[in-house]
């Protein structure tokens, strides 16, 4: 795949291609087969090359103080090393599953050497003998950060261009400089029509001399860079989230998805508002035709 992505998110001028960003990756699958049964394996390459810069008002986020970073005038050029596995397995009445994922990166930050990492394991038991399907889940992700903004690297993990509500449905978090334990219950109550998911995510910064980064990545062309980043403050606890969902599905055409987050904000939170919990409710419905 090679493409550049377009304007979209808050930007009002949609669809526009911003053609300073280059995206270019390419996979290898293996899928369920003799050879490994009920698994699929994949690796993956990506290179991201981002060169807004003054002519785009567009200024790096990282952990360096604004007048360093506005001086860095160089362009961004990654490379992203990937896999990820997964296999399903009957254990005893139910059935058990396993993910591991694993990314690391190389290039140039600007005028700084990158080096990065993410990692996540997670592992799940569907209990279709019990009332309600069950279907329970635990995991942890961890991803890198940088801990010395006055050296020649750059360590945070970019996240590149994310959709966020596939694993932070309530986005005052992401994947950079970031570590989520979580436990997870699946209900289905009436299966292929209503399902139910409860979350409870654990959240710590990974380096304390980084930043708590949220954001999905460019979405304009000029004039942000499509992160946002505050201080840790010296501190690593980023909070505790606690979420429901309700997924239901009316007929073939109609669904309705509800959502609710509350938010127990950490020492992180605490050092920049003076309110730490949040909550966060919206209520969606799809037409299919």
Do not use: C
């Not at 992203?80 to 997964?86: D, E, K, L, T, V």
């Amino acid at each position: 795949m090679a493409s550049h992505p377009r304007q979209g998110g808050f930007d009002i001028d949609g669809m526009d291609e911003i053609d300073t960003i280059d995206l270019l990756s390419a996979t290898l699958t293996v899928k369920s087969s003799a050879w490994i049964p009920r698994s699929e394996g994949r690796f993956f390459y990506i290179y991201y090359g981002d060169d807004r810069g003054p002519a785009q008002q567009v200024v790096k986020l990282d952990n360096r103080s604004l007048g360093v970073r506005a001086q860095d005038q160089q362009d961004i050029s990654l490379s992203s090393f990937g896999f990820h596995y997964i296999q399903a397995a009957s254990l005893g009445a139910g059935q058990g599953d396993l993910l591991a994922w694993g990314v690391y990166q190389t290039g140039e930050w600007g005028k700084l050497d990158h080096e990065a990492w993410a990692w996540t394991l997670e592992a799940g038991y569907q209990m279709p003998f019990l009332p309600w399907h069950p279907w329970l889940r635990a995991g942890y992700l961890r991803s890198s950060g940088d801990d010395n903004p006055q050296d020649h690297g750059h360590g945070t993990f970019f996240q590149i261009l994310p959709t966020a509500r596939q694993y932070a449905s309530f986005p005052f978090f992401n994947m950079m400089n970031n570590e989520d334990g979580f436990l997870q219950l699946l209900l289905r109550p009436i299966p292929q029509k209503l399902t139910l998911r409860t979350d409870l995510h654990f959240l710590r910064l990974s380096e304390t001399r980084d930043l708590w980064y949220q954001g999905t990545g460019a979405f304009q062309r000029r004039k942000s860079f499509g992160y946002v980043g505050r201080p840790s403050s010296g501190h690593r606890g980023l909070g505790t989230l606690w979420d429901l969902a309700i997924d239901w599905g009316l007929n073939p055409h109609w669904s309705v998805y509800a959502y609710y987050g509350h938010a127990f904000g950490g020492k992180v939170i605490g050092a920049t508002y003076q309110d730490r919990d949040a909550d966060f409710a919206y209520v969606e419905v799809t037409l299919r035709f």
